[in-house]
């Protein structure tokens, strides 16, 4: 199947040919649905809601946590092109109509002043085209603003990264998303050097433009809020690619022959999570980020629920110690039980039928594996993957998160289970990562490889099927152990389009 060529090529990305061989099979078994036991709410207490009181307890948990001598990260996914963002410019960009006609053409021409890039982009303008943005809305030259925008003559943001774009303006500066979670970052994660610890998962092409802004303006913001930056870039793996193929399910072949390999989806990450080593890790999406004047809600959250974690994680580790003993009390074994099924939401319909020894190897099993603590806002129609308990291959169901792909659309008892659901993942996670010993977990270990999703794609014309790895916090993080909490919407404000940034969040 493979010729020399082939296998030097599969040699140069690091990929095994066990690893291939696991490739091809998933697209000619496909992926099972999994199985929902029940939805995550608020009122079946599988999702944790704080009172105000609570809140600042956990505040102060971290608080005093952050100033032990442990490592804290704050882990960025910044890969990727912006391009979706700025779709529907694009599609006016290469339509037939000279002038905006759909309500989102309206609504960017009609506030464009109001972008933080508006200076840039009026610059570009003049600099291309001798004129004004307001010269050329006079003129009817829409197309004109439009290529300034998107294309390498211009500002090029439509191949740029969001993490690279102007989102934000200052009396003194216009910020990126890269900026904002600096600045974010500093107002919970710093530790007791005063140092805050980021890292950014980037594309290769925009690794070079990241570490300019890095060399240009970490400096002066270090000066000014006295603190210390130590920032970190990786990208994603050409380990982690997948291989597509045809219709047929045989490996897809270039023009010139060579195989066809695409990027595993956010579910390669997971490689460059493993890599940190670090004692709690934040995980937060690059768009998500507003300004100064906004960020007390998510800072006061985000310091809530790491401390939320602290104390969960120190109840796991006593736990875990109690059970290395070997000598446990039925007594003990019960407050074990009770912990995994009404803190962990962590349930075993054979529980009462093992002896002893199982009951102590099975809480062993259970608890000491890496921990999260999951962010859940109130659906109010934004995409995001739901909570979920979900059934485990072992028997056991457990808290998840699940994308509709990994739900079975045609069981109406699943179907319906997925529209009850009541909040949705803003992917605002606070991850433990070292086990009761103070070793690292792989978190390798710890993926769900059953839980891949294939789509259609197409090449030069050409029909082939792609396969995307389990998403980082779905099928990833599918054996950690799993605590949702219920965030406010504030915390939540992601930029899906350009047009998002009209939003009075972003003002």
């Not at 090529?9 to 036991?37: D, H, R, T, V």
């Not at 602290?310 to 039980?337: A, C, D, P, S």
Request: one cysteine or more; a negative charge; charged letters at 25%.
């Amino acid at each position: 199947m493979f010729t020399q060529e082939d296998l030097n090529l599969i040699a140069s990305k690091g990929i095994s040919l066990e690893q291939l061989n696991e490739n091809l099979n998933a697209f000619k078994k496909g992926f099972k649905p999994l199985c929902i036991k029940d939805i995550a709410t608020v009122e079946n207490g599988i999702i944790y809601t704080m009172s105000d009181k609570e809140k600042q307890s956990y505040i102060n948990e971290w608080e005093s946590y952050q100033k032990s001598n442990s490592t804290i990260v704050k882990f960025v996914p910044a890969s990727g092109a912006a391009s979706r963002m700025f779709k529907f410019v694009f599609e006016f960009l290469q339509g037939n109509s000279n002038t905006p006609i759909s309500s989102d053409e309206n609504i960017l021409f009609g506030h464009i002043d109001r972008f933080a890039f508006y200076e840039d982009l009026n610059e570009a303008c003049l600099r291309n085209n001798s004129c004004t943005i307001e010269e050329l809305i006079q003129q009817g030259n829409f197309k004109v603003i439009v290529q300034n925008l998107l294309e390498k003559q211009g500002l090029n943001y439509g191949q740029l990264p969001k993490g690279l774009l102007k989102f934000h303006s200052y009396p003194d500066e216009k910020r990126t998303p890269f900026h904002e979670h600096l600045l974010e970052g500093a107002l919970y994660t710093s530790n007791y050097k005063g140092e805050v610890n980021l890292h950014f998962t980037v594309s290769a092409e925009h690794l070079k433009l990241f570490q300019f802004l890095t060399e240009i303006d970490v400096p002066k913001y270090e000066q000014r809020y006295n603190i210390k930056f130590n920032i970190q870039f990786s990208e994603q793996k050409p380990s982690t690619d997948t291989l597509a193929v045809d219709e047929a399910n045989n490996p897809f072949r270039e023009e010139n022959g060579n195989l066809l390999f695409r990027p595993g989806g956010h579910g390669a990450l997971i490689e460059n999570l493993n890599d940190i080593d670090a004692d709690i890790i934040f995980v937060k999406n690059i768009d998500n980020v507003v300004p100064d004047r906004l960020k007390s809600p998510t800072v006061d959250y985000k310091k809530a629920i790491a401390g939320l974690l602290i104390q969960y994680q120190k109840q796991i580790f006593n736990y875990l110690i109690i059970l290395e003993q070997g000598i446990v009390t039925n007594e003990q074994l019960n407050t074990i039980e009770h912990f995994c099924e009404k803190k962990l939401n962590i349930h075993c319909n054979s529980i009462a039928t093992l002896s002893y020894e199982e009951k102590i190897d099975y809480f062993r099993r259970k608890l000491n594996r890496p921990i999260r603590v999951c962010g859940m806002v109130r659906n109010t129609g934004e995409p995001g993957g739901g909570p979920f308990l979900v059934l485990n291959t072992d028997g056991t169901y457990s808290p998840q998160i699940l994308e509709s792909s990994q739900i079975d659309q045609t069981d109406p008892e699943q179907k319906d289970l997925m529209r009850k659901s009541t909040h949705f993942n803003p992917v605002d996670l606070v991850c433990a990562t070292r086990n009761y010993k103070g070793e690292k977990f792989d978190l390798k270990q710890y993926v769900d490889k059953n839980t891949g999703f294939i789509s259609s794609k197409s090449k030069s014309g050409r029909s082939l099927k792609a396969l995307e790895l389990p998403g980082l916090w779905n099928g990833a993080m599918s054996d950690w152990n799993t605590i949702f909490v219920e965030v406010p919407i504030e915390t939540f404000n992601p930029v899906k389009t350009v047009n998002d940034l009209l939003r009075e969040q972003h003002q």
